[in-house]
């Protein structure tokens, strides 16, 4: 019976060492917290601090999680011409089906965004400017060997942005997608949509804006989830006209594939996203 207890007790230590090895940085650059839908995540935990420095290691070194069940991320992408850069642990951001759980490593993928335009990138609120526009995102666990106290999601920095090259990250294929629109009437976006657009990874976006139908097809130079698949979200869009912002109302399944016009939605995907979308719903009533 103590030999048991033993065995029991010591396993609990180890697992525990290993789960404390395993806290992330969390925080996120300012200007998302009005664009949150181009994180292409469903929510972010009620607790996570939104500011300027998130590109710093050194000061997200005060913004550490709890202990993290999955893998730890980073996420760099453009909003509105200035970077922007979410860290955290991915099980506080996506339903338990969609959280990505790796290996004691590190896994990243930089992508350049193909039709950004060529007016460059702002740092993070400075007057330095990249003049490609990429988006990143890593994913690690903290190995228990490493006795380190700096969390494995500190890759991406200001430094690496400035040199075009994240260390550990490789560059991902592009792909063919379709590219569409439709709102309330306007626009078309059906599987024979002729408009095509070049990127890491295709889009499909289909829901519910401000009380009308939404559809997007598109690419995004990052996948959230890693894999193909389609997720549910119900948040506020901002719209901003003017001087003025305005949060719709906005519930969608998103969904991310990989592979030529794989967002042109044939039968097998179709039904993804249908089954997905009633998902949605149950899940927000």
């Known amino acids: 019976m103590i030999f048991i207890f033993i065995v029991f007790f010591s396993a609990f230590r ?39 420095d998130c590109h710093s290691p050194t000061i997200a070194a005060t913004k550490l999680t709890d202990v993290c069940a999955s893998s730890c991320f980073e996420l760099l ?11 955290g642990c991915h099980a506080d951001f996506t339903w338990p089906e969609f959280v990505v759980n790796g290996n004691d490593s590190h896994s990243c993928e930089y992508n350049k965004i193909e039709d950004y335009g060529s007016q460059g990138v702002t740092l993070f609120g400075t007057e330095e400017t990249a003049k490609t526009a990429y988006a990143a995102m890593g994913f690690c666990k903290k190995a228990t060997s490493d006795e380190s106290t700096i969390p494995c999601n500190s890759k991406i920095t200001k430094a690496a942005i400035l040199e075009e090259g994240i260390d550990s990250c490789k560059t991902g294929s592009s792909t063919k997608c379709k590219k569409c629109d439709y709102y309330d009437g306007d626009g078309g976006c059906l599987s024979s949509t002729g408009n095509e657009c070049q990127g890491a990874y295709c889009t499909k976006v289909q829901g519910v804006l401000n009380n009308h139908i939404y559809t997007s097809r ?46 042109s939605a044939p039968p097998i995907y179709s039904t993804l996203i249908a089954t997905c979308f009633l998902a949605a719903i149950f899940r927000i009533l």
Do not use: V
Not at 36 to 46: D, K
Not at 226 to 246: M, P
């Open 77 to 87: 992408l453009p909003i509105k011409s200035t970077y922007a850069i979410l860290r």
């Open 218 to 263: 598109g690419c995004s130079a990052f996948n959230p989830f890693t894999k193909d698949t389609c997720s549910w979200t119900a948040q506020s869009f901002n719209l901003t006209t003017g001087a003025t912002q305005i949060g719709l109302p906005f519930k969608a399944t998103q969904c991310f594939c990989k592979g030529e016009l794989c967002n």
């Open 14 to 52: 180890i697992s525990g060492i290993h789960a404390e090895a395993n806290k992330c940085y969390q925080c996120a650059s300012e200007n998302l917290k009005e664009d949150w839908a181009a994180t292409g995540l469903p929510y972010y935990p009620t607790n996570l601090q939104f500011y300027a």
